[in-house]
């Protein structure tokens, strides 16, 4: 079955500082990998994914991850971390060769705090 | 464009009441997928349909709850009759899938239900 792991609860970080927010998975065959942010009170809004080719990929916002296959992880990540950014990043997985069809698994959620 | 809508945003029910959450997809989409967010269980997928067809229903908790798609645009999960732990926030996503391929699932704002 594909899972996905978020290991930290919370991530803080001062505004300007890079943030790293980390992801690992566990799939069958090579996987489709996704980050959304949740704002509160709003539904989650898409960052980025990867499905083949570049093993860094760059999204919205600034953020992008990089996908390493040998660690299973897709951590995301941000150069220069805003007050803004501030928010709830879920990762999630999907494996195209199961017969989970169309489902994504998604972690449990990271919250991020960014301190001024 | 317009994402995808949910109504109502907020709803305050008594116990043993009926509730029907609404969807509306985006347009062009043909998978929409029904979620419920709680602090405890984190963000569960219940149901997911592709081109108006439930082709997994397995995260239904029980045969209180029901969900439809008559038609490529509208959707509506159904709790007949509705318990206090039923109370979370009720995500609607679509996306466009075809056969051997993935895409993004766009989630709407979610309606927040309170079973009382």
């Known amino acids: 079955a594909q899972s996905v792991a978020q290991p930290e609860d919370q991530v803080n970080v001062a505004e300007g500082n890079p943030l790293t927010v980390k992801c690992t998975y566990s799939v069958s065959g090579n996987p489709y990998l996704f980050w959304y942010v949740q704002y509160p009170n709003r539904g989650l809004q898409f960052l980025l994914k990867?499905?083949?080719?570049?093993?860094l990929v760059k999204g919205s916002y600034g953020f992008e991850a990089e996908f390493n296959k040998s660690q299973t992880s897709f951590h995301l990540k941000k150069p220069s971390a805003l007050v803004s950014d501030s928010a709830l990043y879920f990762c999630a997985v999907r494996d195209p060769g199961k017969s989970s069809g169309d489902k994504l698994t998604f972690g449990t959620g990271t919250r991020l705090a960014v301190r001024p | 464009d317009a994402g995808v809508i949910q109504s109502p945003r907020h709803e305050v029910t008594e116990m043993g009441q009926e509730v029907t959450l609404r969807c509306k997809p985006i347009s062009g989409h043909n998978s929409l997928f029904w979620y419920r967010q709680t602090m405890m269980r984190g963000l569960e997928l219940l149901i997911y349909f592709n081109n108006n067809v439930p082709i997994d229903d397995s995260g239904m908790p029980e045969d209180r709850f029901s969900a439809k798609m008559p038609n490529a645009s509208f959707s509506t999960l159904k709790i007949q009759p509705s318990e206090p732990r039923d109370s979370a926030v009720y995500f609607c996503a679509s996306s466009f899938i075809l056969a051997g391929a993935t895409d993004t699932q766009y989630f709407g704002p979610g309606t927040r239900l309170t079973v009382l």
């Open positions: 990867y499905i083949t080719g570049d093993n």
